[in-house]
């Protein structure tokens, strides 16, 4: 009887043991670094664009693409991780772009909280990723992707069209 005890005490342990590799192999694999923050322009300037993202080289193309095509025109641009949305206040800033992964079934608790308290829901412009690149919080009008960086160009035009309908529309 001991025996079969300890067998199954092994077993039990070994699958503890290979579940929580498992969890470590797929956060290091799949979750997001932070990424750095940064101002392009003045203050001053009279729209300001706030960009909130996740570290990854599919988002990071995708913010310098949006830099390259926003920096020459008269409007201030802040860039800064999602961890930091709970600090912004809406009302600052002309247009909220949110760039976020779709992790363990959930957007990140930030970005959700985030967008369940901004009260001008056509000031947010958010672009979703995900594995099969079909998840979005439900509600709002999102652009989803797959992290494909083939598929840059696509979603950062579809940002700066929605951005400048915002903006024309003020």
């Given at each position: 009887m001991k025996r079969w005890i300890k067998i199954i005490a092994w077993v039990?342990?070994?699958?503890?043991?290979?579940?929580?590799?498992?969890?470590?192999?797929?956060?290091?694999?799949?979750?997001?670094n932070v990424a750095a923050a940064f101002e392009v322009n003045n203050p001053s300037h009279p729209q300001h664009i706030l960009i909130a993202t996740q570290?990854?080289?599919?988002?990071?193309s995708v913010?310098?693409?949006?830099?390259?095509?926003?920096?020459?025109?008269?409007?201030y641009i802040k860039v800064i991780d999602i961890t930091d949305l709970p600090s912004i206040n809406e009302d600052t800033w002309t247009a909220l772009i949110i760039i976020h992964t779709w992790e363990y079934s959930k957007p990140p608790r930030e970005v959700k909280s985030f967008v369940d308290r901004t009260k001008d829901k056509k000031k947010l412009i958010v672009l979703t990723t995900s594995g099969d690149g079909n998840y979005?919080?439900?509600?709002?009008?999102?652009?989803?992707?797959?992290?494909?960086?083939?598929?840059?160009?696509?979603?950062?035009a579809e940002i700066i069209n929605r951005v400048n309908n915002l903006l024309s529309t003020q």
């Open positions: 039990i342990g070994s699958v503890v043991v290979v579940f929580f590799l498992f969890a470590l192999w797929y956060r290091q694999t799949y979750s997001m570290g990854s080289d599919f988002k990071d913010v310098h693409e949006l830099i390259r095509e926003f920096k020459s025109k008269q409007m979005k919080i439900e509600g709002i009008d999102a652009i989803t992707s797959a992290s494909k960086l083939s598929d840059v160009s696509i979603n950062s």
